[in-house]
């Protein structure tokens, strides 16, 4: 039962260095998305995946790139870190209804991972 | 811009207590999810309410969406410690069902 899988947990890195944020679901889910959560704005969608082979930005993309590898990964790409992303990031899994798009169903979270940028 | 508000920002109750958290846009949604997120981890689904005017109960928990699915309010009876924790709402905007809307917020704390 792991669910939504984020790895690293915890990361700390200096201005203008790269990273990728990693996640795994297990849910067989085909929308993915990537948000990150400060204090007083809440949490906000930076990019997501509606389906394997597709992403689109979300609220506040500038910074951050992604790639949905396969159904199961979706990854987040910092090229030169600022201290403006130092946050926590999730990311979130959905199963959308034949009904209605991705955003209409629950997401499910990972736990998070704590970004410090120095 | 559409916003979701949600009110109080911060309760802190007693072991027992009742209470009621709400979440208000002038935006009409398809459907509105609350979740809750405890320290350390991602938020976890509670309910959705899709139906104006539906109620939906889980065990202590009330969630109501508002006729007009423009708000929603969460009421929580005898509350106990288990129960802290930050209460999310999120709206499915009816516009185009692309883009989903959170509030802040609430951060309950319900003490021994």
């Known amino acids: 039962n792991a669910g939504v899988t984020q790895t690293p947990k915890f990361q700390v890195l200096k201005t203008g260095q790269s990273m990728t944020l990693q996640c795994a679901q297990d849910?067989?889910?085909?929308?993915m998305y990537w948000y990150r959560q400060d204090p007083g704005m809440g949490l906000r969608l930076i990019y997501y995946?509606?389906?394997?082979?597709?992403?689109d930005k979300g609220e506040v993309p500038n910074g951050y790139n992604v790639s949905r590898l396969n159904k199961r990964e979706f990854s987040l790409r910092l090229e030169s870190a600022a201290p403006s992303q130092t946050s926590v990031y999730f990311c979130?899994?959905?199963?959308?209804?034949?009904?209605?798009?991705?955003?209409?169903?629950?997401?499910?979270f990972g736990d998070g991972t704590r970004l410090s940028i120095l | 811009t559409q916003l979701l508000e949600q009110s109080p920002q911060f309760l802190s109750i007693q072991e027992g207590e009742n209470l009621t958290v709400y979440c208000n846009s002038s935006?009409?949604?398809?459907?509105l999810q609350w979740y809750r997120q405890e320290p350390g981890e991602g938020p976890v689904l509670l309910v959705t309410?899709?139906?104006g005017g539906e109620v939906k109960k889980l065990k202590r928990l009330t969630f109501q969406f508002g006729d007009a699915r423009k708000d929603s309010s969460l009421h929580i009876t005898a509350a106990q410690p288990g129960d802290t924790g930050l209460y999310l709402c999120?709206?499915?905007?009816?516009?185009?069902?692309?883009?989903?809307?959170w509030g802040l917020g609430t951060s309950l704390a319900v003490n021994p």
């Open positions: 979130a899994s959905s199963e959308p209804a034949a009904w209605a798009g991705p955003f209409n169903q629950p997401q499910h």
């Open positions: 849910m067989n889910h085909n929308s």
């Open positions: 309410v899709v139906t």
């Open positions: 995946s509606a389906s394997e082979g597709t992403t």
């Open positions: 935006s009409v949604f398809s459907s």
């Open positions: 999120a709206g499915a905007w009816a516009g185009n069902n692309r883009k989903l809307i």
